[in-house]
């Protein structure tokens, strides 16, 4: 396998450079890769915006509906589910499945054993929208990622798992840099 040759210097390492040369005494090497994630993340979002106002929905409205077909038949999930696969609070959820619910794409039924438990349903309009959407969306993400290899994509896919580990893990420690 050839290798390719690696890209020219982009802006983080400019403004890595401008630190160092500023305040060579400053550990900024984090930002090689928080700084390039951001921006990726930042690219992404604008690409994935357009698909998702092009379906007349947004990326929290498909989260929730994505979330409620991924569960399979008959297509619900309480406000609590819902919240933990999208990493929101209950509330959050609560407001997206009401705007949901208003475009007709959700509705919301009790559970006819327990009338305290509310489910969330994906209507035929809903599982329609998102099919559409779900499509050209994960089209659009493999576009994005054609330049990478097939074996850079596992690598990426598990080096990123394990950065959000060690975020996660950093986060329950409870130490926190003094800023003092």
């Known amino acids: ?8 210097r982009d802006a983080v390492d400019h403004i890595v ?16 890769v928080f700084g390039r994630m951001h921006r990726s993340y930042l690219r992404y979002q604008t690409s ?6 092009k379906h007349g929905i947004n ?4 989260d929730v509906l ?10 619900r999930m309480t ?14 959820t609560t407001l997206r499945v009401d705007r949901l619910e208003k475009a007709g794409l959700v ?3 009790r559970d006819p054993d327990d009338r305290r438990i509310v ?15 779900a499509a050209e969306h994960f089209a659009n993400e493999s576009r994005m990622l054609a330049g990478l290899t097939t074996d850079e994509r596992h690598q990426l896919a598990g080096l990123l798992r394990k950065l959000e580990q060690s975020i996660v893990t950093a986060e329950n420690s409870g130490e926190h840099a003094d800023t003092a």
């Open 1 to 8: 396998m050839t290798r390719k040759s690696a890209p020219d």
């Open 17 to 32: 450079g401008q630190w160092n040369e500023q305040w060579p005494a400053l550990d900024v090497s984090p930002l090689e």
């Open 48 to 53: 994935l915006a357009a698909v998702f106002e």
């Open 59 to 62: 990326m929290a409205a498909f």
């Open 66 to 75: 994505a979330a409620l077909r991924r569960s399979g038949p008959p297509y």
């Open 79 to 92: 406000s609590g589910q819902l919240a933990e696969t999208a990493l929101v609070t209950t509330g959050g």
């Open 107 to 109: 509705e919301r039924e």
């Open 119 to 133: 489910y969330a349903r994906l209507t035929d309009a809903g599982k329609q929208v998102l099919e559409q959407t």
